[in-house]
């Protein structure tokens, strides 16, 4: 497959932790990023590669992998990490894709 | 810090040409394994990669808009360009440009443009 699969929608209570998952073969031999996208705005990256975060970022922002699924981990949600997530990589031809986005809402 | 400002016409006719300049603060080319590119994004829907230009010029473009894409250094050091081709309803959306780490498996997209809509109607 040359996609990255995510689910479309999740929701965690205030002060749960959330996992974010983006599915595809081509994440068995390429790294991840993670972007975050809030209404009216433009994307920001919050994970990238392993599990790094630029200067900025929350460490309660965190990235993993195992086998074709990549995962962002919000470890105490926040009311301001309600937005739109994205994962972005290559497929397997090696060209940049971007996951189709999670809406995550913070209840 | 990097700073990306989009800027081009908001409205585009129908089989007419999309025209677009990012102008940059900084530079997203100054080092190895970084390039300047454009993405964009249809309302209410997800990010699409258009493209990507380097230091030296050279491209790479997503294969479904390669045939209409071009991307290229601006009028000025500091500016790059996208331009498609053949437009229609389908192109209307947000248009970022932004800067891009690409280097050993690893993309990252680490400064974003604020966007600009372009809307193709007749």
């Known amino acids: 497959s040359s996609e990255l699969t995510q689910d479309p929608a999740v929701s965690v209570a205030l002060g749960q932790t959330v996992r974010i998952t983006c599915q595809g073969d081509?994440?068995?031999?390429?790294?991840a990023s993670w972007y975050q996208q809030k209404p009216g705005q433009a994307p920001v990256l919050v994970i990238y590669?392993?599990?790094y975060r630029p200067s900025g970022i929350p460490d309660r922002f965190s990235g993993s992998s195992s086998g074709n699924t990549v995962s962002l981990t919000i470890t105490g949600a926040e009311a301001e990490d309600e937005a739109d997530y994205y994962c972005n990589s290559r497929d397997t031809s090696g060209y940049v894709l971007f996951g189709g986005g999670t809406k995550l809402t913070v209840l | 810090q990097v700073q990306l400002q989009e800027s081009g016409p908001g409205l585009v006719k129908p089989s007419q040409t999309l025209s677009l300049t990012c102008t940059v603060s900084g530079d997203c080319v100054s080092s190895d394994n970084y390039y300047c590119s454009w993405i964009r994004q249809p309302a209410g829907k997800g990010l699409e990669y258009i493209g990507r230009i380097s230091s030296s010029g050279s491209t790479d473009y997503n294969p479904s808009l390669k045939s209409r894409v071009t991307i290229s250094e601006g009028m000025s050091k500091n500016q790059f360009s996208l331009e498609l081709s053949s437009v229609t309803a389908a192109d209307t959306a947000v248009y970022y440009c932004?800067?891009?780490?690409?280097?050993?498996?690893?993309?990252?997209?680490?400064?974003w443009g604020q966007g600009t809509l372009v809307t193709v109607s007749s």
């Open positions: 081509s994440l068995r031999y390429f790294y």
């Open positions: 590669g392993k599990n």
């Open positions: 932004a800067r891009l780490y690409s280097h050993s498996g690893l993309d990252y997209f680490d400064f």
